[in-house]
């Protein structure tokens, strides 16, 4: 069973910036290539939303156009950690944070993937002044 842990949420000011993890674990043995993780977030009173992947190969990523030129992602693979570097908060920013994983080889990841077998419980993100 593969584990994902969120942390780095919290309250930040418009214009401010967070950097969310993603810690992975459980199989022995398991690495960051072993496994293509997502971003998602979920505000209050919407539907979930996919924000962005990076896949098991660590060459491919995208990101949700809404954030395409403020947020990041990458990834520590001797930690199994994938991060999420979010600048220029907005309000519209706001939501809990989740992280997903399918295991296997992708070539390719997207923000509207769906089907991921393991997802973490989340982190809170407020952006308010």
């Known amino acids: 069973q593969l584990q994902l842990v969120e942390s780095g949420g919290g309250l930040v000011q418009p214009g401010g910036s967070l950097t969310l993890s993603c810690a992975a674990s459980?199989?022995?043995?398991?690495?960051?290539?072993?496994?293509t993780i997502w971003w998602f977030r979920q505000a209050p009173g919407k539907e979930r939303e996919g924000v962005s992947?990076?896949?098991?190969?660590?060459?491919?990523?995208a990101l949700r156009r809404s954030v395409k030129d403020r947020f990041a992602i990458f990834r520590d693979v001797a930690k199994n950690t994938v991060y999420l570097h979010m600048t220029s908060l907005e309000p519209d920013d706001t939501g809990v944070y989740y992280c997903a994983a399918e295991i296997g080889t992708r070539v390719l990841c997207g923000v509207n993937d769906q089907g991921m077998n393991y997802w973490g419980k989340g982190t809170l993100v407020t952006v308010s002044s």
């Open positions: 459980g199989f022995p043995g398991f690495t960051l290539g072993d496994a």
């Open positions: 992947c990076i896949n098991n190969g660590g060459d491919a990523t």
